[in-house]
């Protein structure tokens, strides 16, 4: 670990994904990240990477997929409209079993909405976006520190499922500048490139000719290509889930269930409310896709908590999957706001209140 | 402890720099920082500011509504931000370009006038640096020495400009020091 700077979260992305061994960076500026192709447009040519533009999102999107089924690290960041118009190459990534990494600053949505910090993209990164049976592996920082950490974990983890993987963020994550500090330079794994790729034939050992693609017309044939995927996805639920507890071992009376950048305003607001006598739990998803099921669940179902309550930057997405962890054992409540109005800790102590009664 | 200080004003006077130094000198202390700008459609010469956060455990909400201090540069800032800071925080006012007051009698307010200042040291552009010396003085934020270092810092790259940098600096520290 080096000396601690001070950055700007979109700045340190791009950092991130340099120090992870990502020499490729392909892009459509949009706000609020931007920043990261402003840094990326410099900072790649010294490291003898590849900065490049593309003419529009749906480009992009066909330009990670090219680079990374001929066996390059790749990465792009974009903003909620943008990865809409991502998401057709992203249901072909991962249909055709692609690692790139893939990085959504939220705004605010539907539409062209606001270019205020959001959390609206819950579904779209977790329940799909593009078409088919797919997941991404998705991480939600939750700081700056956070994000580079989540950036440079994505790239192994993209390479050991060969699917795509999202940082989702918000405006504020990008925008806002505090103390990192960058872990060193990845280690390069052992790749297993040659048996996929394609790279070439010049320096592999075996004849076997590899061929990317998500086009199987012979139904058993896509049946097992889909039962394929769904065993790397039955995989992370293994063992990638991530999550965060906060004021989790006291007898809490009620649990918030938030993430990313809402979940530092709940912990000030936990922090007042034991102040006032309130003893309130946090369970934090630091993996959205696979979600944190069984300890939502375990959390939930203490003793002393009596209710349960998603606090999100949109109209209440992630609750749905809060409910389906509860199993209806205790009321499942949701609060939020979108548009980039982040409710502050006195209106998250307010809906918690509420519920409590 | 925490403590948040705005500072607005004019886009192009050198806010969000101004925000990043004191960021800056705070993490050189060893405190948790988090600075946070406003963004969004802006044009030449609109309005700009942000917020630092310095606290000596992790930062919770980035978001403030409530500063405990202001530096405001210009009188739209001003109006919009005097009545949301806590009760004894520091509201700077630039009375070269404000000819009103905070209407606030629950706070610090200094009064420096911070545009002549910065034309009579040479260049109106060291306003921000004579606004942050004149602040970190009357706040105490942080030490001052921390953030003579953390100017040095900034300016490394453009080192001809810190003679100016540190006399805009000390005349601001000298302003807040004059009993009003």
Not at chain 1, 65 to 81: D, I, M, N, Q
Not at chain 1, 290 to 306: H, I, L, M, N, T
Request: some cysteine; hydrophobic content about 40%.
């Amino acid at each position: 670990m080096g000396k601690k700077v001070l950055m700007k979260g979109n700045e340190a992305i791009g950092e991130a994904a340099i120090r992870a061994g990502c020499l490729n960076y392909f892009a459509y500026p949009i706000t609020p990240q931007s920043e990261v192709a402003e840094y990326l447009s410099r900072r790649m040519p010294e490291v003898g990477g590849v900065f490049l533009q593309g003419e529009s999102e749906v480009a992009v999107a066909y330009m990670l997929f090219g680079a990374s089924a001929c066996g390059e690290r790749v990465f792009t960041t974009s903003s909620s409209p943008g990865i809409s118009l991502m998401s057709e190459g992203i249901s072909y990534i991962a249909g055709a079993q692609c690692p790139v990494v893939f990085v959504n600053i939220i705004r605010g949505g539907p539409g062209l909405g606001g270019i205020l910090p959001s959390q609206g993209d819950y579904f779209q990164a977790t329940k799909g976006g593009g078409h088919g049976d797919y997941h991404l592996l998705v991480m939600a920082p939750a700081s700056v520190q956070e994000a580079v950490e989540m950036v440079m974990r994505a790239f192994p983890l993209a390479e050991k499922y060969r699917n795509p993987v999202m940082i989702l963020g918000d405006g504020l994550i990008g925008q806002m500048m505090e103390p990192v500090e960058f872990p060193d330079h990845l280690k390069t794994e052992p790749s297993n490139k040659d048996d996929w790729a394609t790279s070439g034939m010049d320096h592999r050992k075996s004849n076997k000719r590899n061929l990317v693609k998500s086009l199987y017309l012979d139904p058993k044939v896509l049946n097992d290509q889909n039962l394929l995927l769904k065993s790397k996805y039955d995989q992370m639920k293994r063992e990638e889930i991530l999550y965060e507890g906060y004021n989790t071992d006291a007898d809490y009376k009620v649990l918030i269930v938030s993430y990313g950048t809402m979940s530092r305003v709940c912990r000030t607001a936990i922090d007042l409310l034991k102040a006032q006598g309130l003893e309130v739990g946090m369970l934090r998803p630091q993996t959205l896709f696979p979600f944190p099921e069984k300890a939502v669940r375990d959390a939930a179902w203490k003793e002393s908590c009596k209710a349960v309550i998603s606090i999100e930057m949109s109209m209440g997405q992630m609750v749905e999957d809060v409910e389906r962890c509860v199993q209806g054992r205790r009321p499942v409540e949701w609060y939020g706001k979108c548009g980039g109005d982040v409710p502050t800790p006195e209106e998250v102590m307010d809906a918690v209140r509420k519920i409590e009664k | 402890m925490q403590s948040e200080v705005m500072f607005a004003g004019f886009g192009g006077q050198g806010i969000l720099l101004c925000g990043k130094i004191l960021a800056h000198a705070a993490l050189n202390k060893g405190l948790e920082v988090a600075w946070i700008p406003s963004y969004g459609p802006e044009m030449r010469g609109g309005t700009a500011y942000c917020t630092v956060v310095i606290s000596d455990k992790l930062i919770g909400s980035p978001i403030i509504k409530n500063p405990r201090h202001l530096v405001a540069m210009n009188r739209p800032s001003l109006e919009k931000f005097a009545p949301t800071v806590k009760p004894g925080g520091v509201i700077l006012i630039n009375s070269s370009l404000i000819p009103i007051r905070s209407g606030r009698s629950d706070v610090d307010e200094l009064v420096v006038a911070v545009s002549e200042i910065a034309n009579e040291l040479g260049s109106i552009k060291a306003a921000n640096i004579v606004a942050l010396g004149a602040f970190v003085a009357r706040s105490k934020i942080v030490e001052y020495d921390l953030l003579i270092e953390a100017v040095k810092e900034e300016f490394a790259g453009k080192e001809k400009l810190i003679p100016l940098e540190m006399k805009a600096l000390e005349r601001g520290k000298l302003a807040a020091e004059k009993k009003n």
